[in-house]
C-alpha cells in the first residue's frame, strides 16, 4: 500500500512538471495567437506587453499558475525556497503590470519598475532550477544514461535563458535602434528563454527522455 501510494505521489509531481512545461512552451505563441484571432495581427514589444491586449487574462493567468505550480515544488531537501522565492517573482511579474507604453503616469512607471525587477528576478530562478536543482542526483544511486541526458538539456536550457537575460540587458543599456526594435527584441528573447524554461520542465516530468522501464 505505502509503495503504491508513493507511485500516485510520483505520478502526480511528473504529471505536475509536464503541465508547467507545457504552458511554458504554449504561452508566446498562445498570446500572439489569441491577439491575432481576437484584435489584429501583429506582435508586441514584449511578452508583458500582451498585458495592454485582449489577452490579458491569459498573460495573468499563465504566470500565476505557473507561479502556483513553482510553490508546489518539490526536489531534494533543501530546495523548496527556491520555488517560494520563482512563485513570488512569477505572481509579481503577473499582477505588476509593464509600463505601458503611451504616456504612462509616475504610478506606472513605479509599477513598471517593480515588473521589470520580479520579471529579472523571476527568469534568474527558472535558469537556476535548470542548472542546479533539476541537475541534481541521489548520491546513494547512480545515474542513468537517461538522467545524464536529461542532465544536458537541463544545462542548454539553463544557460539560454541566462544568455536571454544577458542580451535583453545589453538591449537596456546601449543606445536605442529603430530598425532592430521594430523587429521586437524583446519579445522573441523573452520568447525563447520562455520556452527554454518549459522544455527543461518538460523533460523534468519525463514526457521526453524518460527513463527506460527496467527489464
Known amino acids: 500500500m505505502a509503495q503504491q501510494s508513493n507511485d500516485v505521489l510520483v505520478r502526480c509531481y511528473l504529471t505536475l512538471r509536464k503541465a508547467v512545461g507545457i504552458i511554458g512552451i504554449s504561452l508566446p505563441f498562445v498570446l500572439v495567437i489569441g491577439k491575432w484571432i481576437f484584435e489584429s495581427p501583429g506582435i508586441q514589444n ?11 487574462n491569459i498573460f495573468v493567468g ?19 525556497p527556491a520555488g517560494i522565492l520563482a512563485c513570488i517573482f512569477s505572481i509579481g511579474v503577473a499582477l505588476f503590470p509593464a509600463t505601458p507604453e503611451m504616456q504612462p503616469s509616475d504610478l506606472a512607471k513605479t509599477v513598471g519598475t517593480f515588473h521589470l525587477i520580479f520579471a529579472a528576478c523571476m527568469f534568474l530562478m527558472l535558469a537556476y532550477f535548470s542548472l542546479f536543482l533539476f541537475t541534481k542526483t541521489d548520491p546513494t544511486q547512480t545515474p542513468t544514461p537517461r538522467k545524464l541526458e536529461r542532465n544536458i538539456v537541463y544545462r542548454v536550457c539553463g544557460w539560454v535563458i541566462l544568455g536571454c537575460i544577458l542580451v535583453m540587458f545589453l538591449g537596456g543599456i546601449l543606445p536605442k ?5 521594430a523587429l521586437h527584441p524583446t519579445f522573441w528573447l523573452e520568447s525563447i528563454a520562455i520556452v527554454a524554461f518549459g522544455v527543461s520542465w518538460l523533460v523534468k516530468g519525463e514526457a521526453i527522455l524518460g527513463d527506460l522501464p527496467q527489464g
Request: charged content about 15%; hydrophobic content about 30%.
Open 46 to 56: 514584449s511578452i508583458s506587453s500582451y498585458y495592454y491586449t485582449g489577452m490579458r
Open 62 to 80: 499563465s504566470l500565476c499558475a505557473i507561479g502556483v505550480f513553482l510553490f508546489s515544488y518539490r526536489g531534494y531537501k533543501g530546495d523548496g
Open 177 to 181: 535602434n529603430d530598425a532592430i526594435n
